[in-house]
């Protein structure tokens, strides 16, 4: 077996652990953190297959916006769990391995490129993955593109309706009451008698 495939199973046997971690940690901020690695492994085998641009934009939108977005969503979500309320040290050994896991992945890749230039193969015409990517996802693709375009917005409407929902110790706000109020609603007058009257 070469030494490439060796290294794809390797990238694959991290990216199904990674994922398993991410449905069975109860912890969600743990979860975030493995769907990380679990996108990293995942642009480490797009970049074994030379798709560039594919790698680049897993890195670059899911690992560095989404999982941004992730947090904030469970950070808002009032989850009542101590672990969240524990501080950056409870996470740290699990951000560790994370990182570590990341880095080893990066040195590995680094390293098989320079083995004779081996790469998998995989079937693509002449020029560059992203203009053949362009071309099958806006013509062939087109329509489950835009479905999941629809998708994802209706995602986003439903993350935003989930952190704005009404609360009932929650104090609120209403300016039109607020411009209707006197002065006699808030401020009584008392008479109070001086010490030289008392006399």
């Excluded at 492994?41 to 560039?52: F, V």
Aim: proline residues 3%; charged residues 20%.
């Amino acid at each position: 077996m070469p030494i490439i495939e060796i290294i794809f199973y390797l990238f694959g046997g991290v990216l199904t652990l990674s994922a398993l971690s991410v449905i069975t940690s109860r912890n969600p901020v743990y979860s975030v953190l493995f769907l990380v690695l679990c996108f990293f492994s995942a642009a480490c085998i797009w970049l074994l297959l030379e798709a560039e641009f594919l790698a680049i934009t897993l890195v670059l939108v899911y690992v560095g916006a989404v999982m941004v977005l992730f947090l904030f969503v469970v950070m808002m979500l009032d989850i009542n769990l101590t672990q969240l309320k524990a501080g950056f040290a409870r996470y740290l050994p699990v951000g560790v391995l994370v990182a570590l896991a990341m880095a080893a992945q990066l040195f590995i890749l680094v390293w098989s490129r320079g083995l004779d230039g081996q790469v998998l193969e995989y079937a693509a015409d002449e020029g560059s993955n992203t203009r053949l990517l362009g071309e099958v996802l806006f013509t062939k693709y087109l329509y489950p593109f835009e479905i999941a375009g629809f998708i994802l917005l209706v995602a986003i409407v439903a993350a935003i309706m989930l952190t704005h929902r009404r609360r009932p110790e929650t104090k609120y706000q209403d300016p039109s009451q607020q411009v209707r109020i006197r002065r006699e609603d808030r401020v009584r007058l008392v008479r109070v008698e001086s010490e030289e009257e008392d006399r």
